[in-house]
């Protein structure tokens, strides 16, 4: 099997403004990548990258629950070699609640159906002769639902098998599709969690490196791994465990 090499590549990165998926586009200029599209709702947060990187940084106002936004930004391209699918939401709620409808929404909206148009707008730029991928950042969530949270599993699941079915579709056209299982991150999106979380800096390099290494399934940190060796020897005692984190 081919292995892609990140270096010389034209990459998208949603969610690019902070947190991973600011980590991840710092890595892929020290992985030498040639053009980096940042997307990120607010374009302005994304002036520090473009300042500290230059021209190989190409900031984009990318929202993924818009549809006009992602039409928008799939004209500003002219060749891509990998999309990273990074924007998140984790809107938190149990199932069995009054919240539950808008909080699984707005986890879909994002975690579901943002990287499955994204991907559908963008495909057509990936270009037959040359090795490209598809890098979806889903969480160990999405192998067993949390309790506590229960809509933002759901969403994660989705994505999960999504990727899954990306990866059959695309298996004759030249692009590999990965999908990336982290644990807690140190990022705003957990801030107050009384739990060890992964510097985002190393999940990042983890990441890239299985990328080129041609690991489709990524567990770029010790959580993930312990969960990952978990589910695929008892997937019913990964569901026990995190059954009881309610």
Excluded: C
């Amino acid at each position: 099997m081919q292995k892609i090499k990140l270096d010389k590549k034209v990459v998208l990165v949603s969610g690019a403004n902070r947190g991973l998926g600011k980590a991840i586009v710092e890595q892929l200029i020290e992985k030498g990548a040639a053009k980096i599209y940042a997307g990120s709702r607010n374009i302005e947060s994304l002036e520090e990258l473009a300042a500290k990187y230059g021209n190989k940084i190409v900031p984009v106002e990318l929202d993924v629950t818009s549809d006009e936004s992602i039409d928008r930004v799939a004209r500003q391209i002219d060749r891509l070699d990998v999309l990273i699918n990074n924007a998140g939401r984790m809107s938190t709620g149990t199932l069995l609640s009054n919240e539950a409808i808008n909080s699984l929404k707005e986890n879909m909206d994002v975690n579901v159906w943002g990287p499955l148009k994204l991907s559908n707008a963008v495909r057509h730029h990936f270009l037959d002769e040359n090795l490209t991928a598809i890098v979806n950042i889903i969480s160990v969530a999405g192998f067993a639902n949390m309790p506590s949270l229960g809509t933002y599993s759901v969403s994660k699941a989705a994505i999960h098998s999504i990727t899954q079915g990306m990866r059959g579709e695309m298996a004759s056209k030249n692009t590999q599709v990965f999908g990336v299982y982290p644990g807690p991150l140190d990022t705003d999106m957990t801030d107050g969690w009384d739990l060890d979380k992964a510097d985002t800096i190393t999940v990042a390099q983890n990441i890239l490196k299985d990328v080129e290494n041609g690991v489709e399934d990524i567990f770029p940190d010790p959580m993930s791994q312990q969960v990952g060796t978990l589910f695929f020897s008892s997937p019913k005692t990964l569901e026990q465990n995190f059954a009881k984190m309610v």
